[in-house]
């Protein structure tokens, strides 16, 4: 099973509201993700998470703060969005970090008004 | 910087013929290798992962890299209407730690009944 859920599918927000984003995956791995996909375009990285721990911050804008409460559960919480932040909003997961097969959950489709 | 380049397309086949997409990269240390098949409004699907030079087969989808020419492939065989969707080229680099996979911009593939 190589199952990673996320919530919500669909999330509609003003630009003074704060939301979260929460993926989950029981498959035991180790590394999560967080990428960003506009239309037409391929997904760019955000965050890692290696063994809980925040790796990688791709320079992202601190309206995007992400959190890994556990093994198992990584949340994106935003605040204070802009509209040009509306974008598809995609969780990974793989077995171990460096190199190894991630998995995408179905995704978050945001939209900031 | 990392590059993954990918022509965009559309590349258009014939049902039933060999549909055959093509992907480089500039970090000449990159080590692991994926496709990834994506449908419109809907997340990256892993359809093959490649770590060393040679082809790797698994059902109609053949990949090939040549680390020397910074090079992999994807081969479709028996292209069904199915298989339309954008196919994208993922690398991660060396080095071991946790990474982000770096895409290319994805071809679109339109296969003909």
């Known amino acids: 099973d190589t199952e990673v859920t996320q919530t919500p599918k669909h999330l509609v927000m003003g630009m003074t509201n704060k939301k979260s984003l929460k993926c989950e995956q029981h498959m035991g791995h180790r590394a999560m993700y967080w990428y960003k996909q506009k239309a037409k375009k391929p997904p760019e990285l955000m965050f890692v998470?290696?063994?809980?721990?925040?790796?990688i911050n791709e320079s992202v804008p601190s309206r995007f703060s992400p959190e890994c409460p556990n093994s198992s559960l990584l949340n994106l919480h935003l605040h204070a969005l802009q509209p040009e932040d509306s974008a598809l909003y995609l969780c990974a997961s793989s077995q171990n970090p460096g190199g190894e097969t991630q998995y995408f959950g179905p995704g978050t489709r945001l939209l900031v008004l | 910087q990392k590059e993954v380049e990918q022509n965009s397309g559309p590349l258009s086949v014939p049902e039933g013929a060999i549909a055959s997409l093509n992907c480089t990269y500039s970090?000449?240390?990159?080590?692991?290798f994926f496709w990834y098949r994506q449908y419109s409004g809907k997340s990256p699907e892993l359809i093959m992962s490649i770590y060393s030079n040679g082809d790797k087969e698994d059902g109609r989808f053949t990949a090939q890299l040549n680390k020397a020419s910074q090079y992999v492939s994807l081969l479709i065989r028996d292209s069904q209407p199915s298989d339309s969707a954008t196919y994208l080229c993922a690398v991660t680099p060396p080095g071991g730690g946790a990474d982000g996979l770096t895409f290319g911009k994805g071809t679109h593939l339109i296969i003909q009944p």
């Open positions: 998470y290696s063994y809980e721990k925040l790796s």
């Open positions: 970090d000449r240390g990159s080590q692991s």
